[in-house]
């Protein structure tokens, strides 16, 4: 054999061999990038909502019982309540992070968690600015620090949109029921306590101690509410509203001002609050979205997602 040949054999089996070792280097490098990826576990659902809202849905590998949205939870294990969460059950799923709210009863697992070597985050969402203070240190904690900006700009911007919406509309006497056995009302230091103050809302409970007080028909008739939100109702207002068909010496019950709202999202204090505040505007005042319906068709401007009610809101 020449030298030639010799020498286009040994560069043919030097490549080769080169392909083989970049194939392997390439396999460690995907397997190493896998072993190091993000395995978060969510111990309440607006903290899920968030993670998902934010673009780290496709880390999270267990959540609480009480998840359900976005629809992607549904088939991810469950780890207990945000009150009691399952430290077996999370140390199974090898977390790289756990994140819970710090205003739950807790702390104990959490400690435990964290003894065990699993990085927690807690975080808050009691108010607002808490909510929005939450969306911004999970999309910075798991890498995701964009969205979560452009997350809480638009929350802000349907707030400044509220506020111009109102800025000519009275209060009104509001009582907002979140169960009826015992009657649970939404009361001050919450954060729906506060949209209430933001859709222009006395709410009727803040002279009440506690966040959830619990409330008897006689303070209700005594406080003269003109409108009545009430969870109990869900997707069957008929039964609830023979309940308050009783009580017709209530100006919302007179003047049929009684909605019924869905638990969720209205609950969950997460990405979609500002949708849960819209709501609630559309609830108290109607008559402020008729006024912008007529303007915006004077105009020729369309008004998205306004949607009048009337009677029992579905």
């Keep these: 054999m020449g030298f030639r040949p010799l020498f286009i054999l040994v560069c043919a089996i030097a490549a080769l061999n080169a392909a083989v070792v970049a194939q392997a280097l390439n396999a460690c490098a995907a397997e190493a990038a896998s072993s190091h990826r993000a395995r978060i576990v969510s111990l309440a659902p607006s903290v899920t909502e968030t993670l998902f809202e934010v673009g780290a849905g496709k880390d999270v590998v267990g959540v609480s019982e009480s998840d359900n949205y976005p629809p992607e939870v ?16 999370i140390a199974a799923l090898r977390p790289t992070l756990v994140i819970g709210l710090s205003s739950s009863a807790n702390q104990r697992q959490i400690r435990a968690l964290g003894e065990m070597g699993y990085p927690t985050l807690m975080v808050k969402e009691d108010s607002l600015a808490d909510i929005e203070q939450s969306i911004t240190i999970i999309g910075d904690r798991t890498g995701h ?35 009826h ?15 209430l103050g933001l859709a222009h809302a006395d709410n009727i409970a803040d002279g009440l101690s506690g966040s959830w007080p619990r409330v008897s028909m006689e303070y209700v008739i005594a406080k003269r509410p003109e409108v009545i939100l009430d969870g109990e109702m869900g997707n069957e207002p008929s039964v609830p509203s023979d309940f308050w068909g009783q009580f017709p010496m209530i100006p919302a019950v007179r003047n049929n001002h009684i909605y019924a709202y869905p638990t969720d999202p209205t609950l969950t204090p997460g990405p979609r609050v500002a949708d ?17 319906v007529e303007t915006a068709r ?12 009337s009677g029992i809101a579905r």
């Design 298 to 309: 004077a105009t020729q401007t369309p008004a998205p997602g306004i949607v009048l009610v």
């Design 181 to 195: 056995k015992p009657m649970v009302a939404v009361g001050r230091g919450t954060f729906l306590d506060e949209l």
């Design 74 to 89: 549904r088939n991810l294990p469950r780890v207990g309540t945000f009150l009691t969460p399952n430290i077996e059950e």
């Design 276 to 292: 849960t505040l819209m709501m609630l505007v559309r609830m108290i005042h109607p008559e402020a979205f008729k006024s912008h």
């Design 145 to 179: 620090p964009r969205r979560a900006s452009a997350i809480v700009g638009g929350i802000k911007a349907e707030i400044a949109d509220v506020h111009k919406l109102l800025s000519c509309v009275l209060e009104r006497r509001v009582l907002m029921l979140v169960g």
